[in-house]
């Protein structure tokens, strides 16, 4: 009885972020019946525009170093991620004297180690994890998307956006992503989120984008969520380095 109604709630805050996404959204209009833009044409376009199919596929490996800044809670910390083809994860987010936080995914487990200790990923949380890890999910979008559905267009930051729901395969949760018409970037990207004890929406925003190694990637993103808002600014990008399989393996403890 207890975990069916825990299900029960769950089910219902999720079911209650949806309707709210879903009216969070009514500035969207619709494209004119003229317009030849699809859903399929943005996404190319943003492959494109950010380095390309051919240098997609030939990215083997990516680390990250960035600084993340709760500014609400005066509270500053340093993340590394690194990722390795075809679809292994690991981050490592440190905040000095407060924490220590962890995750990976080494192509079938999914991890995380934090405070409360070791635990794997199951359901939604892994698959979202797992989808994030895919090397090839933006470059081979029709393989990775169940769905993809050109919602309209509207305005962020003066700039006039195409706004995409992509509903991904398996049980990742779909996002709501905008592409700036006039660059054809991504600009925001719009997810529920779901862990072990809650389900939250985040809202994700990526500015200054910059060319490495012929790629174009964003070096600020900044999440909103119910209770905060976490800045992230990259400092430094590699690809193509060698990172060892044994980095993704789930900890022992």
Not at 77 to 92: E, I, S, Y
Request: glycine share 6%; hydrophobic share 40%; proline share 4%.
């Amino acid at each position: 009885m207890k975990r069916f109604a825990i299900h029960t709630i769950a089910l219902l805050a999720c079911t209650l972020l949806i309707h709210a996404q879903n009216d969070r959204y009514s500035e969207v209009k619709p494209l004119p019946e003229s317009s030849k833009v699809t859903a399929a044409k943005v996404l190319d376009h943003f492959v494109e525009v950010t380095g390309g199919k051919e240098a997609y596929e030939k990215l083997k490996s990516l680390s990250m170093e960035a600084e993340i800044s709760l500014a609400a809670m005066n509270i500053r910390g340093n993340m590394h991620l690194q990722a390795k083809a075809p679809n292994r994860l690991h981050t490592r987010m440190e905040i000095p004297g407060l924490m220590v936080i962890e995750q990976g995914f080494d192509g079938e487990t999914g991890w995380n180690k934090d405070l409360l200790g070791l635990r794997k990923m199951e359901g939604v949380e892994l698959a979202n994890f797992a989808f994030t890890a895919d090397f090839a999910h933006m470059v081979n979008w029709r393989e990775s998307y169940e769905t993809t559905e050109l919602m309209g267009e509207t305005v962020l930051n003066d700039s006039p956006v195409y706004v995409l729901r992509l509903k991904p395969k398996g049980e990742a949760s779909e996002m709501v992503n905008f592409y700036e018409q006039k660059s054809g970037l991504m600009v925001r990207t719009d997810q529920v989120q779901q862990t072990p004890t809650e389900t939250v929406r985040v809202e994700t925003t990526m500015s200054d984008y910059r060319d490495v190694d012929g790629m174009k990637a964003p070096f600020k993103l900044e999440q909103k969520l119910p209770h905060m808002t976490a800045v992230t600014t990259i400092k430094s990008v590699a690809y193509n380095i060698d990172i060892p399989d044994a980095l993704f393996a789930m900890p022992k403890q």
